[in-house]
């Protein structure tokens, strides 16, 4: 993101009615990380034991929901590519020390997939710290346009771990600064990506302020991508949910600003937004641009949690779009709840919206006036997989 949005977030923190005590001591800092991670795990086992997963094959044909008496109903179809590719899986293992696997690297497994590719192809990662490949700090796991289809599997106990640590402002290849677009760890340019148990970061670290610190763990310009069990641990912009359908369930993010922004029209189901930010930071960052676009971001069930004080979502976009419902939000939300980025003119183009959530944070009172407290009718496009066309793309991940 553009770093007019540190100047215009450092100007906030000198708005006298944003002042607030910040109560986590920084050397509690790693074992207030540790705790809440265990915390996730921990509920996230209850989360399963509750909840049904996701319907398996009988989601190739399903009935839409009608909207009101009468609807029509219509037939659903699984997007046929997506059904031809599941019924030809290939499997590949990647262990890190070389012991048990067809590849020592996660880019040699996928540099081995011909392209284009046309089936399900399954790496699966043993665990360990997957850092650049080769060697070479510029040599980053992409995932190209032509390789749709692949499926990151790690293990539910010890999942793999792919790690990098670039900025905006480091310098690439061609000795001009990445931008935040190419500092991602993980870059998936594919569409129909799946991810079942790994840890994605960026560990560089960052102070808010400060000018080219964005550090991407995972970017996600593909569309159908589906991430489980997976984790997402940066500073700022530590998702970048650039563009198309997305899913994300049980999945915990980390981060201090911004730290779930782009264009994306994305459902985050039973997730975990964990704020390590120590001031006024946001949570999200949409840039829905137009009212005619389908994209936002949409928190089902989930858990808003952490230190600082944070906006549930900034209005990047002016039409940015974001709701929360059935959602604990913790005492970290601001009474305000929503920032229009300092652009008043967004605050009639944003969609704020809110639906049954629960906790301190959720206290209505405070919040702006054009923050949206949604009716059933209005809320109801927005909980559930129907948001993202689930029906055409989501099957059981194995
Ligand atoms: C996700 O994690 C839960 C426990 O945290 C585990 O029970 C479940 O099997 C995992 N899902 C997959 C697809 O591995
Ligand atoms: C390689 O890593 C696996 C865990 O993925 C471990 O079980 C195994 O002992 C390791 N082997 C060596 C030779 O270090
Ligand atoms: C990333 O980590 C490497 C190795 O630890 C270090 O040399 C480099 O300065 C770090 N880069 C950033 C941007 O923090
Ligand atoms: C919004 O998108 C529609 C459809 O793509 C386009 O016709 C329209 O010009 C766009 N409006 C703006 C303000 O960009
Ligand atoms: C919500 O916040 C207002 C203002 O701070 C307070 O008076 C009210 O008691 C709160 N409501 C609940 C249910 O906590």
Redesign the pocket.
Known sequence: MASISHLQLSLLLLLPSLTFTITLASSSWSSAKEINYNKWISWNIKNYQQRATLKGTESIVLEARGRGRGAARKVVLLDAKLRKAEMNKVSLSVSQNGSGGDFKTIGDALNSIPLPNTNRVILLIKPGVYRYDRGDSREKISIPRALPFVTFAGDANEPPTITGNDTASVAGRDGTPLGTFHSATVAVDANFFVAINVKYENTAPHEIGSIGGQGVALRISGTKAAFYNCSFYGTQDTLYDHKGLHYFNNCFFQGSVDFIFGYGRSLYENCYLNSIAKKVASLTAQKRSNASLGSGFLFKDSVVTGSGQVYLGRAWGEYSRVVFSYTFLDKVVL?QGWSDWGDQKRDSGVYYGEYKCSG?GA????RVPWARMLTDEEAEPFIGTHYVEGNTWLIKPF
């Not at 206290?363 to 405070?366: E, F, K, V």
């Open positions: 009474p301190p206290n209505s009172t405070g």
